[in-house]
């Protein structure tokens, strides 16, 4: 089967590279031309692990194309997938789709009759049918399918993801359509991974109300961390007997600094957005976005009472600036908020992060980035820990102390345990655990 994928980036390339390894003969087409050249000399747009060697052996095996060139890549498909760019619309949420229709309209002329197109793009409920309707309004015949197939995998994990997804959505009544779509993750049929045919409204909207759940859901333990730091109980324990309960599940409890990233703080703003289109309102949805607004004045506010009141003049070690780990994604990061709040405050920041750091420079002016962890805290007043890359989970301790001024240690993460922490002679502060032995924890 031969498959043009437009847009080649954290999506597109992911799936062009995983469907190729399917043994589908995949093109990858993106407007970026010096994307589209640095994947031809063989180099990696962005980190995502295992990405590179993925590409190099389908590239190999002369399954995995790059192009700008977009008529021959689209004249030759069976299926192309439209997987460009769906950002927050700037003053309203709504997601804004113009590089959607941008696409539909470029591949529309060169379409083969009876080729598939597939919205791959997060996109409103209804934006499928007006993708079918621009690519029809420019061609002579009826004849192209339009199938909504949204995307659900996690960056760091992608790979994993697509190629074992919990499930795959593929919105259409049309027969051809479904045919298609079973051929192209026909690999995935033979590991009985559920696919859920349904409507092409129902198949948008199940990527939104997917992602509005999982955000309702990290919000609702972080107001849980709050309250047990209030209490003195601990986060972590309530977090596991509720996850314990199948009907709960333990992922996305883990209390921290609240949502980022490319994907949660837009798609539930369109969602709002899109039900007050359709006269509706989505309250708690919309609680959840001013809970995690909130939440990012809330940790610079910890930090500043962890460091005795005040940061003004202070040298604070940041450990972690991407929105979370293995990414080098740094839309919407909540440290994109907290460093500079803390520089308002008077202090100095000096961070470190495995992959994200050339883009964070670009995002924050005059950011102070070191090689590696330890160098990175070397005479700070505090260290932060604001993501929890795995290199951060295993920091020998005694090297911490040394190397810190100070003996702050903001934890946003919780990835120490607060009696270790103590044990060593940190003033630790973690989320929604009490300072000091947990029972449980420690049993466990
Ligand atoms: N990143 C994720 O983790 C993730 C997960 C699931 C779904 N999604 C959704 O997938 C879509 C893509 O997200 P992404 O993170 O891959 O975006 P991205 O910004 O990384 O990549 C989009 C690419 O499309 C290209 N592009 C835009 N218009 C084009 C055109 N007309 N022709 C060719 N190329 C064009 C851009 O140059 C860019 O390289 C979004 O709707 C997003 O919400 C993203």
Known sequence: MRVTVVGTGYVGLVSGACFSDFGHVVTCIDK???KIARLQRGQMPIFESGLEELVQRNVEARRLFFTNEIGPAVRSADVVLIAVGTPSRRGDGFADVTF???AAREIAVDLQDRTVVVTKSTVPVGTSDQVEEAIHDLRRTRDIVVVSNPEFLREGAAIEDFKRPDRVVVGTDDEHGRRVM??????????????LFTGRRTAELIKYASNAFLATKITFINEIADLCEKAGANVQDVARGMGLDRRIGPKFLHAGPGFGGSCLPKDTAALVATAGKHGTRMKIVEAAIEVNEARRAAVVDKIVAACGGSVDGKLLAVLGLTFKPNTDDMREAPSLAVLPALGM????????DPAGMEEARALVPGLATAVDPYSCMQDADALIILTEWEEFRALDLDRVKAGLRGSVVVDLRNIYRPADMAAKGFHYVSVGRPQGRSPTLDAS
Do not use: C, H, Q
């Open 182 to 195: 079973r051929e192209l993750y026909r690999p995935l049929f033979i590991n009985e991974t559920p696919i």
């Open 345 to 352: 405050k008077g202090a100095r920041v000096r961070a470190y």
């Open 32 to 34: 970026d031309a010096s």
């Open 100 to 102: 959607v229709m941008e």
